[in-house]
């Protein structure tokens, strides 16, 4: 099944090539980076969420992807839970909206420690080098191991992914919503 045109939706810096990295390398697709558009680093609580959709919903009509990814709902950081409840406003299936799938993702020190549990339901084969290049221009955000945004953590995560899904390496994904 093809995802289409993607459109990744990021708090921060750094969070779409983690959530979805590998996928993009692989597929294709662009990048919104919510703190891009002004809005302060985990301070987004301070703005009208429909400030947030609105954006949101420029960037979707603009690109008009098939496919949205974004931060799961259960995120420990607030700016992700935040960013999450925007996209699935912006992502409501009307007519003729482009939308057809909303995924959600997983950020390494963020998803982990939320509430409950993560349950991915898709997974897209990646090659793990190509997440990491993705990667490299946010080195100062990288840890050292045994933190869970170590290089070590996010290649066994991908490599376990990809366990799961009879893969060698895979990025998962919660499915929010799936219209064929």
């Not at 980076?33 to 301070?46: A, H, N, S, Y």
């Not at 947030?52 to 420990?76: C, F, M, R, S």
């Not at 409950?116 to 993705?134: E, G, S």
Request: aromatic letters at 10%; proline letters at 5%.
């Amino acid at each position: 099944m093809s995802l289409g045109k993607i459109l990744v939706v990021g708090s921060h810096h750094d969070d779409a090539e983690l959530m979805a990295g590998g996928t993009l390398a692989r597929l294709g697709g662009e990048i919104l980076v919510m703190t891009d558009l002004g809005f302060e680093d985990q301070k987004f609580d301070k703005y009208p969420i429909l400030v947030l959709n609105q954006k949101i919903e420029e960037k979707i009509a603009e690109y008009q992807p098939e496919t949205v990814i974004t931060h799961w709902w259960g995120d420990a950081n607030q700016d992700h839970a935040i960013v999450n409840k925007s996209v699935n406003v912006a992502c409501r299936p009307t007519p003729g909206h482009p939308v057809k799938r909303l995924l959600f993702g997983e950020v390494l020190s963020s998803t982990e420690w939320g509430a409950p549990a993560f349950k991915p339901t898709y997974f897209v084969r990646i090659n793990f080098l190509d997440k990491l290049t993705a990667l490299k221009k946010y080195e100062e955000k990288m840890r050292h191991f045994p933190h869970p945004r170590s290089t070590i953590c996010l290649e066994s995560l991908a490599r376990y992914r990809g366990a799961s899904a009879g893969l060698n390496a895979a990025e998962a994904f919660e499915i929010g919503r799936w219209i064929d």
